[in-house]
């Protein structure tokens, strides 16, 4: 990485003369993660929810799949667990799998409770297989769309809790520490600004960082804010070479891209090429319902080889009432481009989806920074290793973001003094000569560049490319202050850009998501170890 340092701080502030608002907890991210752990908070503590745009925008919202957990008499904990070690090729912490697998149950039937509507068979939960599971284990609400219906329950439930306050539009552009303690967070307000938010406990459940390329599952939201500002702040970040690439997305060309369920190929669909010959059976002994990584390089390579800029998933042989039933939200996307699911062949290609690394967290969600607690897919758990197993992310954000909740009032109700800010500034200095940046274009070579040289497979020499460009791109952008959100993601996306291709150089591995073309075998003598980032004051 160059030797310039990154500033602190993106925008300048004074304690002295900014607007300021308090609460004892702060939570960063209204998904999964962020919302449960709002309803964990005891009800004699006051909790404020940011959310950098709607309430109901986050990556939570757009899971179609489901939950995993074991439900049925047929399924055993340990068949989850060793699904999700042999997912994470290696690098998985025993007792976090274990600890949420075990706890994912008892999750399930808290939402349940909270008002989830999940499908059901015969009066019993419905339950389907995804790749990579040995057992069906996926309860799914909708038919496919489990995560617009469990958000929808959450946050009404939150909306009805008096402690809770849910503050949409709001963006967190960094985290307000002294001597290493995390007090708070700086958060830009529309029609309000800039304001300073101080808190005994804060909670980070931000999300990941999709659009860092330009082929990706993620809203717009997603472009990694919350990884940015707390390695800014001093938090340590691992394994960030592990971007989950979803196998199938629907590809139209000029469209904006759809997820197309895991659960697709779950319920029996095939993968075929161009001409119509399934090459999944080729590449792995469980066919198309390997792990991601797998499955994402086979297509990859397929479309290499047919010089086609996508593949298909074929469910014409499957029973078409069972097909509109499971699937009511895919059909809907699909037929506004003249695509029966039931009879045509859906065009297909993979695209980024899930952010394995993140912030480090413990068991209970503790950062190395006291005061700054984090859950769901901004942190690295451990429970992924280096390849997700289907339908695990959910999952997680329940766990964590409960046992995030629980630690965060603990730490808050042992300071019960009266809080107050202290004295803090910062002043950036944007160069005199800069001169106005296309946010818009270079947010898109950016992501272009990613999608390109640090994508499915990588190398070295692309790589490297991509490094220089980005190190470029950084030294006159990282060092402005911008006034726009727009402006705040592109550096939190080089930011994190930065992170993600320096770990991929440092790994001269394949494993998991990780696939070197220069290094095609796992080296477990070697690596099989987590990579932590250089802290900001080593650039």
């Not at 078409?320 to 009511?328: G, T």
Request: charged content about 25%.
């Amino acid at each position: 990485m160059s030797n310039f340092q990154a500033n602190r701080y993106l925008v300048s502030f004074n304690t002295r003369t900014d607007l300021h608002q308090f609460t004892d907890v702060l939570i960063i991210g209204a998904g999964i993660a962020g919302i449960r752990a709002a309803l964990e908070i005891p009800p004699e503590l006051s909790v404020l929810v940011l959310n950098k745009d709607k309430l109901a925008e986050s990556n939570s919202s757009y899971a179609q799949g489901g939950i995993a957990g074991v439900l049925s008499a047929e399924d055993r904990f340990e068949n989850h667990i060793e699904d999700t070690h042999i997912a994470g090729a290696g690098l998985c912490d025993f007792d976090t799998v274990e600890m949420v697998v075990r706890e994912a149950p008892s999750q399930i039937s808290d939402l349940i409770r909270f008002g989830v509507k999940f499908d059901l068979e015969n009066g019993e939960l419905a339950l389907t297989r995804e790749g990579g599971h040995s057992h069906r284990r996926i309860v799914h609400a909708l038919g496919d769309s489990t995560g617009h219906e469990v958000m929808r329950a959450l946050l009404q439930k939150a909306k009805q809790s008096p402690n809770i306050v849910l503050q949409g539009e709001t963006i967190t552009i960094d985290f307000l520490t002294h001597e290493e303690n995390c007090l708070g967070a700086i958060a830009w307000r529309k029609g309000v600004g800039r304001i300073l938010i101080w808190a005994k406990a804060i909670i980070l459940a931000s999300g990941g960082c999709g659009m860092i390329y330009r082929e990706t599952t993620n809203p717009p939201v997603a472009t990694g804010d919350g990884m940015a500002a707390a390695w800014r702040a001093g938090a340590i970040l691992q394994d960030m070479e592990f971007m989950q690439f979803h196998p199938t997305v629907l590809y139209v060309a000029g469209s904006s891209r759809s997820l197309i369920s895991e659960a697709v190929r779950g319920e029996g669909g095939y993968l075929r090429d161009v001409n119509g010959v399934r090459f999944m059976l080729d590449a792995d002994p469980r066919a198309e319902l390997a792990p991601r990584d797998i499955v994402s390089r086979a297509i990859f390579k397929t479309m290499e080889r047919t010089q086609h800029p996508n593949v298909y998933l074929d469910l014409s042989h499957l029973d078409p009432k069972l097909v509109l039933q499971r699937f009511p939200g895919i059909a809907k996307a699909c037929s506004a481009f003249g695509i029966d699911i039931t009879k045509d062949r859906i065009p297909v290609r993979p695209g980024a989806h899930y952010m394995i690394g993140g912030v480090h967290v413990d068991l209970r969600g503790h950062t190395n920074l006291p005061g700054l607690f984090a859950a769901g897919e901004v942190t690295s758990s451990g429970l992924h290793g280096a390849n997700r197993l289907a339908s695990n992310s959910l999952i997680e954000g329940l766990v964590y973001g409960t046992n995030c909740a629980r630690e965060a009032s603990n730490y808050a109700l042992s300071n019960r003094q009266d809080f107050h800010a202290i004295p803090l500034k910062n002043q950036i200095h944007t160069p005199a000569e800069s001169e106005i940046l296309d946010v818009a274009d270079l947010t898109n070579s950016l992501r272009s560049l990613m999608t390109r040289n640090m994508g499915i497979v990588r190398d070295r020499k692309r790589m490297l490319e991509a490094q220089r460009d980005v190190e470029f791109w950084s030294k006159y952008v990282l060092a402005r202050e911008f006034q726009s959100r727009a402006g705040w993601e592109l550096q939190n996306l080089l930011t994190v850009a930065r992170l993600m291709i320096h770990a991929a150089l440092t790994r001269e591995e394949s494993r998991g998501t990780h696939y070197r073309a220069d290094f095609p075998e796992t080296n477990d003598r070697n690596w099989k170890t987590h990579l932590r980032s250089p802290p900001r004051t080593d650039l």
